[in-house]
């Protein structure tokens, strides 16, 4: 479950309400170009502008059009433990197979308060977590010894780590590499994370091309070295591309320049810039992916 191309899928919206028959086509273009798994309701799905009810609607779609093909894991984390033991208690009932759980954000819990609250979610609902350090939108780092403690509960299976710190990931392989499975949550240095132990990615590039993105965990694990580094680094330009502006603002426009969804977006977040979009469209170009 926890390894390959698993995608962070956008949650595509259509006047304001979520574009139910976009979302579904976009899940059959996941599998149909072996994505491993599906998170949907992650940040590239804009879930801290979801309401309740869309949340949870997003996963119940996301289950049903799957429908055990591949796994499901499902955002369900927040910055207060009780909605995310609401969310993830949902998520079980629908049928998830794991749930994927960020650091909370803007309170800043110590790593105790990290320790506590991700503890609470496993008590409450016992379905698999995967842990998700971003610090970069949450403003709290979770250190390793942190991710060791969690590790030994049986619950915690899996961690998505943002901090861009390879140093720090590896300091995880060493303390609980038996108990977790790494995984990056940056596209640009997925094949670093491969090198230390990694499984895979959570992507937000495979969005747009999931089966180079697919490919090239593929080629690590099958100890096809030299490809895996030659198609990581065809990605490179793609990869940053994404990043041009804030996720998902980029991948969800280029989606629409592929005509896979529309680019709206919740606010606050807006349209790309007329530069930006126009550096993002040379790229797709180079790509093939728009004509």
């Given at each position: 479950?926890?390894?390959?191309?698993?995608?962070?899928?956008?949650?595509?919206?259509?006047?304001?309400?979520?574009?139910?028959?976009?979302?579904?086509?976009?899940?059959?273009?996941?599998?149909?170009?072996?994505?491993?798994?599906?998170?949907?309701?992650?940040?590239?799905?804009?879930?801290?502008?979801?309401?309740?009810?869309?949340?949870?609607?997003?996963?119940?779609?996301?289950?049903?059009?799957?429908?055990?093909?591949?796994?499901?894991?499902?955002?369900?984390?927040?910055?207060?433990?009780?909605?995310?033991?609401?969310?993830?208690?949902?998520?079980?009932?629908?049928?998830?197979?794991?749930?994927?759980?960020?650091?909370?954000?803007?309170?800043?819990?110590?790593?105790?308060?990290?320790?506590?609250?991700?503890?609470?979610?496993?008590?409450?609902?016992?379905?698999?977590?995967?842990?998700?350090?971003?610090?970069?939108?949450?403003?709290?780092?979770?250190?390793?010894?942190?991710?060791?403690?969690?590790?030994?509960?049986?619950e915690i299976v899996?961690?998505?780590?943002?901090?861009?710190?390879?140093?720090?990931?590896?300091?995880?392989?060493?303390?609980?590499?038996?108990?977790?499975?790494?995984?990056?949550g940056d596209d640009?240095?997925?094949?670093?994370?491969?090198?230390?132990?990694?499984?895979?990615?959570?992507?937000?590039?495979?969005?747009?091309?999931?089966?180079?993105?697919?490919?090239?965990?593929?080629?690590?694990?099958?100890?096809?070295?030299?490809?895996?580094?030659?198609?990581?680094?065809?990605?490179?330009?793609?990869?940053?591309?994404?990043?041009?502006?804030?996720?998902?603002?980029?991948?969800?426009?280029?989606?629409?320049?592929?005509?896979?969804?529309?680019?709206?977006?919740?606010?606050?977040?807006?349209?790309?810039?007329?530069?930006?979009?126009?550096?993002?469209?040379?790229?797709?170009?180079?790509?093939?992916?728009?004509?």
């Amino acid at each position: 479950m926890f390894k390959g191309s698993i995608v962070a899928i956008v949650t595509p919206f259509k006047n304001g309400k979520i574009d139910e028959d976009a979302f579904r086509q976009l899940i059959e273009f996941q599998i149909e170009n072996g994505t491993s798994a599906i998170v949907p309701c992650g940040t590239t799905g804009e879930s801290a502008t979801l309401s309740m009810e869309e949340h949870n609607r997003v996963i119940d779609i996301c289950i049903k059009a799957v429908n055990r093909r591949v796994p499901v894991i499902a955002g369900t984390g927040g910055n207060s433990t009780k909605e995310a033991i609401e969310l993830t208690a949902h998520a079980k009932r629908a049928g998830a197979d794991a749930t994927l759980q960020v650091t909370p954000y803007y309170n800043k819990p110590t790593q105790q308060g990290l320790y506590e609250h991700f503890r609470a979610i496993a008590k409450a609902v016992s379905l698999p977590q995967v842990l998700y350090n971003v610090p970069g939108r949450t403003s709290v780092n979770m250190l390793p010894e942190t991710v060791a403690r969690l590790a030994e509960l049986k619950e915690i299976v899996a961690i998505k780590e943002a901090s861009g710190d390879l140093a720090q990931m590896a300091e995880i392989m060493r303390l609980a590499g038996d108990n977790i499975t790494l995984l990056s949550g940056d596209d640009n240095i997925t094949l670093p994370v491969l090198s230390i132990g990694g499984k895979g990615v959570i992507s937000v590039v495979a969005n747009i091309a999931p089966k180079e993105t697919a490919e090239i965990v593929s080629a690590w694990e099958n100890g096809e070295i030299n490809k895996a580094q030659s198609l990581f680094v065809n990605m490179t330009l793609l990869c940053q591309a994404m990043f041009y502006e804030t996720n998902p603002i980029p991948v969800k426009t280029a989606l629409a320049m592929m005509g896979k969804c529309t680019d709206e977006m919740n606010l606050p977040l807006t349209s790309m810039s007329e530069t930006n979009l126009n550096r993002l469209k040379d790229v797709l170009r180079q790509y093939r992916l728009i004509s």
